[in-house]
């Protein structure tokens, strides 16, 4: 059998910044679409050189960003058929591409679904129009409601971002927003707590007092409320922050999950490809000249120990509401985790925050919110 | 070197007044250094010095001096520290001389640290040299500075040098000033060995190196020594001066200053302040020996991983072997395990080897709040002394508690006075006198607890003053006063690190304001955790840190796990900084807490 990898492709552009986010991504770069694109190609035919001679293949492709479709329909063309020539694709791959409502027409997603694509993945975050502009969102839910009905009509699955916490936000806001969406019939659905990032404009209005987040405690009846919506409707809980109708999880971050290894392509991209994880420069004129130059652009090299592997393996593993499974484990490092992790385990279970089976470890219902502390437990500091 | 062109003085100052500088140039003026081979401030050599701007360790330095009467002298600079609380260290350097020069900054005039120390050095009969220095600074006031000299001091303002050590002007009149004004050291060649120990460090090499002042007689290389202490006998295997770096000479004649090895290995056997003579000929009485330094703040220091118990109590006796002041007894927190509870000189004292031991032992260490020694009188007709507050007997058993008093001499511009007033008020200071120091500046006189100095007096006195107060006290005697011991109970467990003694009227504003505090400090655990402050079964404050309900990152996808990671590693770090009492845990600055309300 031949091994399979996930490959993640980067797009830094955007149409406007959001507040809260602090992606590599934004509205006006020094290096235009067109001329990315060449660089990215590039990188696609070194790459897709190295997983040729090591006999891996391609099982998932995820194009990200940024907004991958504020490119053109010409452009998203060129893209998906660069990875069509050099990308060795395992049969039924799952191709996502990330879309932004006001960055999707008819002709756009003609031109994806021609190029393969096979699963979207929709930041819609709110219903409110008032708080769709005040997160910087360039679309309405109007807007939303429109792109999520056109890519629903091209694709096998649609999968919806929501976002949670938000200012000025209420529970009974958040509930409104998640049973609204239930409604769509999404296949896979997304709920996100905001997380403040330092540095954002988000964290400077918090700082001004201009805007107020919800206390910690509403923050967590939403996540708990959407949570028991979702599975009223019927979708499966499958991950922290990820909820799946049934045969819907997404292929490409279970990989990220199960800590198998993936490949990223573009700026800033990060891979974790032969024991290794790398992160692309994040410097555009760097990058694309390096290419140009027919090398790999310059990247941070970790390598990863074995122990580290498997501290790595729980901290991802246990995001999974189906846990850790002991056999899997044990295949892979020839180790029973419950004697390698006895003490923290023991700990753990004392405090509630996890339970065990005869097959698997995950966390309880109590360590959901509160899973920082179970990963921290499993992470014995640097190599 | 002819007794008489010797000549062994040393500088005082208040800090900031520019006496490393001055010491700087003198070394450069006379050769000792040439400018390029020159740290800044060469006689401040551990780093805690420089960056803190002080001298705390002294140190000791030989410059040949070629005067305007042809002859070459040999001028030995022993650098003394500024601050109050080094007292113990000036007296140590005075001792060893026969002059001082005495430094004023021309725009600040006296303070009263740089009171103190003149009186000390006046009680040891040195001559002094006053040194208006700065005398460039646009806003010097040389007139003013020579004014206070006559009215505070009684020394003639117009003997003053002036200077201005950074621009280099008046550096030869001062070495001229100490040729002619300061007398050469006195005793006899010809009399039995009687050599002063007035510092000493350890050297992994050689052992304790001591350094001496020659009073009597002379050393040479493999004469056998006693020490008048405890009359052990050791053999010179060298003796040297500083110059600056230590120098190797056959001989340390009558009135030198110097160091010796003598293969001492153990560092008690070298006291500072102890006599050595001659082990064939000694001398019958030992010089008179120093004042002696007393310990006035405790705090117990406590290893954060009790592994480090042993290296923490290695350290300690590394640097007690040339701070004698410092002192170290082992005790047991219920809460902390094993640490010590070590005596200082005062807060900067303390702060300093808290910092030491960090630095230059690799120490991660919790510092309780410091205390004062507390004498408590007891129904059984017993008196006790108490260095750690968490040891207060219960009040039943108690007749009355005492407390150290202190004589503070505050000296503040006059438009300060009343903030200052109202502080030593509130801190329960009793007045005794004002006198004012010409037109614009009082020295303000107080009898006040020591333990509200410990407090936080010094910092509110720089805070309501703008920083143009300055403290000096020195101990007065002990007083009873209404005391009580006010305990911190977390998550309903007394944490006996954090028990404090208070004045009873204070006791509950201080309660609340530390429950407050520790609010802030400790982290949030998976459960609610009370905090109570407590004066016997009396609860007198009250706080809740509320539950952590929510630690998760919801996205965690390919870009993030690196980060991820690195954030649980962190948070990690983080815990292994903390102690763990009872269930929860207890970072390092919640030890310090009381000190840091309001």
């Known amino acids: 059998m031949r091994m399979k990898i996930a490959v993640y492709i980067h797009i830094p552009y955007c149409k406007s910044k959001c507040i809260y986010c602090d992606f590599l991504s934004s509205p006006n770069l020094a290096v235009s679409p067109a001329e990315y694109l060449r660089a990215l190609e590039q990188e696609l035919a070194l790459r897709s050189h190295e997983l040729r001679e090591a006999g891996v293949m391609a099982d998932t492709v995820y194009i990200g960003g940024g907004t991958p479709t504020v490119l053109s329909a010409a452009e998203l063309s060129a893209l998906l058929s660069a990875c069509r020539t050099h990308l060795p694709l395992a049969s039924g791959t799952e191709w996502t591409v990330e879309v932004n409502p006001g960055t999707i027409d008819l002709p756009k997603a003609a031109v994806l679904r021609a190029g393969g694509v096979n699963r979207i993945s929709l930041g819609v975050q709110d219903t409110c129009d008032d708080r769709l502009a005040l997160l910087g969102r360039t679309h309405t839910f109007a807007q939303a409601r429109q792109a999520f009905s056109l890519c629903k009509k091209f694709f096998n699955a649609v999968s919806v971002d929501v976002m949670l916490g938000l200012p ?43 805007a107020t987040l919800p206390a910690e405690e509403e923050a967590l009846a939403m996540m708990q409320q959407g949570r028991e919506i979702l599975v009223a409707h019927g979708f499966n809980h499958y991950e922290l922050a990820n909820f799946a109708k049934p045969g819907h999880q997404c292929r490409h971050n279970l990989s990220y999950w199960e800590n198998r290894p993936y490949l990223g392509l573009g700026l800033g991209a990060h891979s974790y490809w032969q024991s290794s994880r790398y992160c692309n420069t994040a410097d555009l004129p760097l990058y694309q000249n390096s290419l140009l130059a027919g090398m790999l652009p310059p990247a941070t090299i970790h390598v990863v120990q074995k122990r580290e592997e498997m501290e790595d393996t729980m901290m991802l593993g246990l995001r999974l509401t189906g846990g850790v499974s002991f056999k899997e484990f044990q295949r892979r490092f020839r180790l029973d985790l419950r004697t390698l992790f006895a003490a923290e385990i023991q700990g753990l279970r004392e405090k509630g925050l996890i339970e065990c089976d005869a097959e698997t470890i995950r966390l309880s219902k109590r360590g959901l919110p509160l899973a920082n502390l179970v990963f921290a437990e499993f992470i014995t500091g640097s190599p | 070197m002819q007794q008489s062109q010797i000549r062994n003085f040393s500088i005082i100052a208040h800090i900031d007044h520019g006496k490393s500088t001055l010491a700087d140039r003198l070394l450069e003026y006379t050769g000792a250094l040439a400018k390029r081979e020159m740290a800044e401030q060469v006689l401040d050599q551990m780093d805690l010095e420089r960056e803190r701007g002080i001298t705390i360790k002294l140190q000791a330095v030989r410059l040949r001096y070629l005067a305007k009467d042809g002859l070459e002298y040999s001028l030995n600079l022993i650098d003394t520290p500024g601050h109050v609380d080094f007292t113990y260290e000036v007296s140590r350097s005075l001792a060893a001389c026969e002059g001082a020069l005495l430094v004023i900054d021309a725009a600040q005039g006296i303070e009263a640290q740089t009171l103190a120390n003149v009186f000390l050095a006046l009680e040891n009969n040195l001559e002094i040299i006053p040194v208006i220095n700065k005398i460039d600074l646009p806003n010097a006031d040389v007139d003013k500075a020579k004014r206070e000299l006559e009215e505070i001091i009684g020394l003639a303002g117009e003997d003053a040098v002036l200077t201005s050590a950074k621009a280099g002007i008046g550096i030869e009149e001062v070495l001229e000033a100490v040729v002619s004004r300061v007398p050469p050291p006195s005793g006899d060649a010809a009399a039995p060995l009687r050599a002063l120990i007035f510092d000493s460090h350890y050297d992994a090499y050689r052992g304790v190196v001591a350094y001496v002042r020659v009073m009597e007689g002379q050393i040479n290389e493999r004469m056998k020594i006693k020490m008048m202490s405890n009359g052990k006998v050791f053999e010179v295997a060298e003796v040297g001066a500083f110059r600056p770096r230590m120098t190797r000479v056959e001989t340390l004649s009558v009135g030198e200053v110097g160091y010796l090895v003598a293969g001492v290995k153990n560092v008690k056997d070298t006291r500072v302040g102890d006599t050595i003579t001659a082990a064939e000929r000694p001398a019958d009485q030992p010089l008179p020996g120093y004042r002696r330094a007393n310990p006035m703040v405790f705090c117990g220091l406590y290893p954060v991983d009790s592994a480090d118990y042993e290296d923490l109590r290695d350290a300690l006796e590394k640097l007690n072997l040339n701070d004698a002041a410092l002192t170290y007894e082992p005790e047991t927190s219920a ?61 039943a058993e108690i007749i009355s508690v005492e407390e150290p008093y202190v004589t503070a001499r505050v000296i503040v511009p006059n438009q300060y006075v009343g903030q200052v007033m109202e502080l030593c008020q509130e801190k329960r200071g009793v007045f005794v006198n004002m006198e004012y120091l010409e037109a614009s500046r009082a020295v303000l006189t107080y009898e006040m607890p020591l333990s509200e100095i410990v407090f936080d007096f010094f910092d509110l006195l720089k805070s309501r003053t703008r920083g143009y107060a300055s403290l000096d006290y020195q101990l007065l005697g002990y007083r009873v006063s209404k005391l009580v011991k006010v305990d911190l109970l977390i998550n309903g467990e007394a944490v006996d690190a954090l028990s404090f003694i208070s004045h009873v009227e204070r006791a509950y504003q201080r309660g609340r304001e530390l429950t407050g505090k520790l609010r802030e400090i400790i982290p949030r655990q998976m459960f609610e955790v009370p905090l109570q402050a407590t004066i016997g079964q009396k609860v007198i404050a009250r706080e809740t840190i509320k539950a952590m309900r929510k630690n998760v990152l919801d996205k965690c996808y390919g870009g993030d796990i690196t980060r991820k990671r690195k954030l649980l590693e962190k948070q990690k770090a983080g815990k292994k900084r903390m102690k763990q009492v009872g269930n929860v845990e207890i970072p390092q600055e919640a030890f310090m807490a009381v000190l840091r309300i309001n």
């Open chain 1, 168 to 210: 000025g936000q209420k529970v009974a806001d958040s509930a409104k927003t998640v049973r609204e969406l239930c409604a769509w019939q999404p296949d896979h659905l997304s709920l996100y707590g905001l997380k403040v990032e330092a540095g954002t404009r988000l964290d400077a209005l918090l700082e001004q007092g201009a």
């Open chain 2, 335 to 395: 809460a902390l395990g094993f640490g010590f509870r070590c005596g200082f000189l005062g807060l900067l004292h303390m702060e300093i080897i808290q910092e030491r031991l960090e630095r230059e032992y690799q120490l991660t260490l919790i510092t309780t709040a410091p205390n004062v020694v507390y004498r408590v009188n007891l129904h059984n007709g017993a008196t006790i002394s108490i260095d750690n507050p968490a040891l207060l007997p219960s009040s």
